[in-house]
């Protein structure tokens, strides 16, 4: 059993829902990464999922392109994010983390060669944005082998019959994405996200996280109420940033995210 399932059947049998915060790796640094991912773990964060730094990252709003461009210019790697999860995991063998990004740096990589030492490393999951599931072999059985799930995105656009072949394919979890549009952006219609996610329910046994938008404990709390857990991104990558340009100690950043996400998890548990 992996551990993002493992994860999702404790939360289910403590009644508890997901709290699923998104970094970039390398903003400030790699260094700060390491220590951001056990201050992430130590105020309650269900699994990481780790933002490989990319140039054109079609789906991210301002933010979160705006941290990908200081990770690329600290000249940040797909390997340099397995290093980093590998320093997590030397005392951190718990936290479920996964792996967003997009296509271009897998290939570079190599399929083969990316499995081999993300399994190494301790990986649990990949997200690929823009990687469809029609296009996803051979890389999606590469995966499977190495028992390291593949997630896959639900839009709010996405048809019936698509998401049913989605949800054939996926483990570990569904990301359900709550609106029209890239993260951090919008306003979240949650009766309109409820709908979808029950939607969801019917045709997969798979958790069901939702993303993009989630903001502050309000909005988790609300989309919490429907769903298996809640991915935060935008807001938590802005107050990495804004802590670190204010004092530049890495303290300071770590107080600030278990003030945070401590409020988030807090409200996610009332």
């Excluded at 049998?13 to 951001?36: E, H, N």
């Excluded at 390997?79 to 792996?99: G, M």
């Excluded at 570079?108 to 997200?127: E, N, R, T």
């Excluded at 952006?185 to 709908?195: K, L, N, P, R």
Aim: hydrophobic share 40%; charged share 20%.
């Amino acid at each position: 059993m992996s551990r993002i399932q493992t994860t999702f059947e404790q939360l289910k049998t403590a009644g508890r829902k997901a709290l699923i915060p998104f970094i970039t790796t390398g903003d400030p640094s790699l260094q700060a990464t390491v220590s951001i991912m056990h201050a992430l773990a130590e105020a309650g964060s269900d699994v990481i999922e780790l933002g490989i730094p990319f140039s054109d990252p079609s789906a991210d709003g301002p933010v979160i392109q705006a941290a990908s461009e200081r990770a690329l210019k600290n000249k940040v790697s797909l390997r340099n994010v397995l290093e980093v999860v590998a320093s997590f995991r030397e005392t951190n063998q718990t936290v479920p983390v996964v792996l967003m990004g997009y296509l271009n740096p897998f290939e570079v990589y190599g399929y083969q060669a990316f499995v081999k030492d993300a399994s190494i490393a301790g990986i649990d999951g990949v997200l690929i944005v823009d990687m469809p599931p029609e296009e996803s072999d051979p890389f999606a059985g590469l995966l499977k082998d190495n028992d390291i799930d593949l997630i896959y995105l639900i839009a709010p656009t996405t048809t019936e019959q698509r998401a049913r072949m989605i949800c054939e394919q996926a483990s570990g979890y569904i990301y359900y994405v709550s609106l029209k549009g890239v993260t951090g952006a919008g306003h979240i219609d949650v009766a309109e996200v409820a709908s979808k996610v029950n939607s969801l329910k019917a045709i997969t046994e798979l958790p069901v996280g939702v993303g993009f938008g989630i903001k502050d404990a309000e909005s988790a709390t609300q989309v919490g109420a429907v769903s298996d857990g809640v991915v935060m991104g935008s807001a938590l990558v802005n107050l990495i940033y804004e802590t670190s340009c204010k004092s530049g100690k890495s303290e300071d950043t770590r107080e600030a995210i278990l003030e945070f996400m401590g409020t988030i998890r807090k409200a996610l548990d009332s």
